[in-house]
């Protein structure tokens, strides 16, 4: 899907409501290398940050730029602050590494954050494994910061709607 759809017969310029936000810058790559999508809405926009929308009234979702999505959704601000969350993530995701970890009495990397304990350990099978709090990562990684990275992901899930703890990040 391609082209000016706001002027198509047939497809709807309201009530649309948002599934996802995605974007597609992967971590760590550079906006040379970024593979950019089109907005199926209006057909002009570079876009990284795809809002995926969905009418009932049609069965296949659009994929669209911010200013689309504020149009088709009618919310100015809902669409702005989605996509603020991913660059944020992507900022801090970026820096994470850069971060002064702490070393714990049995030599691993720790972070303390808001009450949150981020242990990195080495396992005895050469590989590097994380904690939060008492909860064990699902997976161990071939290097520390493999594992610190795969640290922030699972962390960010679990706690990005805590604007307290990001907030100083």
């Not at 550079?30 to 057909?43: K, R, V």
């Not at 669209?64 to 149009?71: D, I, L, R, W």
């Not at 971060?99 to 005895?124: C, D, H, I």
Request: hydrophobic content about 30%; some cysteine.
């Amino acid at each position: 899907m391609s082209g000016n759809r706001w002027d198509q017969p047939g497809v709807p310029h309201k009530g649309w409501h948002c599934v996802d936000v995605v974007d597609l810058r992967a971590d760590g790559e550079s906006a040379d290398e970024t593979d950019y999508a089109t907005c199926q809405m209006c057909g002009n926009e570079k876009i990284r940050f795809v809002h995926i929308m969905h009418h009932t009234d049609l069965n296949d979702n659009f994929e669209v730029g911010c200013v689309c999505a504020e149009k088709m959704t009618d919310d100015f601000l809902g669409p702005k602050r989605r996509e603020s969350r991913l660059r944020n993530r992507a900022a801090r995701r970026a820096r994470w590494l850069q971060r002064t970890w702490r070393r714990s009495a049995k030599g691993n990397s720790f972070l303390n954050l808001e009450g949150y304990n981020l242990v990195v350990y080495p396992t005895k099978t050469g590989r590097w494994g994380y904690k939060i709090g008492d909860r064990f990562g699902p997976s161990t990684y071939p290097t520390v910061n493999k594992a610190k990275l795969a640290l922030f992901d699972d962390f960010w899930t679990a706690t990005q709607d805590n604007e307290r703890l990001w907030a100083s990040d």
